[in-house]
């Protein structure tokens, strides 16, 4: 079906694939142009602050708009990306955006990006990196990268390495979705990491579970006592955000405060954010 030896850089459709070879060679291809034809968008989530109720950060997550399939979540074409050699170029282009918006209307905002153990491993990150913040005149303090724990796995290509150095530059870098996967405790001694984000997975039972409650607490001990902060994700519920709270975490995303939102929708919600606002109560 594909010259090159089968290797999919021509792909056609046959009558032979099925369903989801179809829409997996679609998306493959869509993404070598959705750069250029503008098709990709960042949304920005809302960190809050617990103590203070208020907004401190920005998480970027990528939007697709796909002109057939419509809009394509970014945890189905991230590794698609990634697969065929084309993260490097969409990475690029959110870190640039991400960036522009930290200086631009986002100021005050701690911004973070997600970045992809792949994107690690490409010897040219720490030049990308570097790029996005001396053209958007961005101070690095202000940039915050989040990393998941398959980082560490099998780290043969340096990517801790390029890690080590990206946080030399003096970006932030959050551990995301810890506690989930290959979670070790041993991976907070071999990076300075300077937040670790509770997964949504232990959050959204923590009202439900002994075990999750107790592991969200425990986390947040950790984090503390080596000079961490926490942010507990997927808060939905202000009964949770009162055990996150009890735990002693320190900041929260989620649908309580809000999902990730277009850019102008997001500037919007933090016009209207009062500058007292008290934290929603438990009901
Ligand atoms: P993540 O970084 O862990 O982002 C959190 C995901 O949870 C987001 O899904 C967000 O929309 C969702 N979420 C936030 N609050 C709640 C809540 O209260 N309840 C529920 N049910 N969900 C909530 P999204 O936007 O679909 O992103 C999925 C994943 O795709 C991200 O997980 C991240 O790993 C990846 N991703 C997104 N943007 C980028 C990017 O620019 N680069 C890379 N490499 N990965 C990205
Ligand atoms: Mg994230
Ligand atoms: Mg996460
Ligand atoms: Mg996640």
């Known amino acids: 079906a594909a010259k090159d030896g089968g290797r999919g850089r021509h792909a056609v459709y046959t009558p032979a694939m099925g369903a ?3 829409r997996r060679v679609a998306l493959e291809q869509g993404l070598r142009t959705a750069v250029a034809r503008g098709e990709l968008a960042l949304h920005w989530q809302p960190k809050v602050d617990i103590a203070g109720w208020r907004i401190v950060g920005a998480e970027a997550l990528l939007r697709w708009q796909h002109p057939q399939l419509g809009a394509v979540g970014p945890s189905e074409f991230i590794p698609v990306a990634e697969q065929c050699g084309l993260i490097a170029e969409i990475g690029r282009w959110a870190l640039a955006e991400a960036c522009r918006a930290a200086n631009g209307p986002l100021a005050g905002l701690v911004v973070s990006v997600n970045v992809s153990p792949v994107q690690l491993r490409d010897a040219h990150a720490l030049a990308v990196l570097r790029e996005a913040l001396l053209a958007a005149r961005l101070p690095p303090g202000r940039l915050e990268l989040e990393i998941t724990e398959s980082v560490f796995i099998g780290d043969s290509d340096g990517a801790l390495e390029r890690l080590h150095a990206l946080r030399a530059l003096g970006v932030r870098v959050a551990l995301d979705d810890f506690g989930t996967g290959y ?3 041993a991976y907070l001694r071999r990076f300075p990491f300077d937040t670790l984000k509770i997964d949504r997975a232990f959050v959204s039972e923590v009202l439900l579970r002994a075990d999750a409650r107790a592991i969200v607490h425990t986390i947040a001990q950790l984090a503390g006592t080596l000079g961490m902060r926490t942010v507990s994700e997927g808060v939905e519920t202000a009964a949770q955000l009162a055990a996150v709270r009890q735990a002693g975490c320190h900041e929260v995303q989620g649908y309580l405060v809000s999902p990730p939102l277009p850019l102008d ?13 008290a934290v929603p109560e438990a009901g």
Request: net charge positive; charged share 25%.
């Open 20 to 22: 989801r070879s179809r």
């Open 183 to 185: 979670s070790s405790l």
């Open 265 to 277: 929708r997001f500037l919007a919600l933090r016009a209207g954010w009062p500058v007292r606002q």
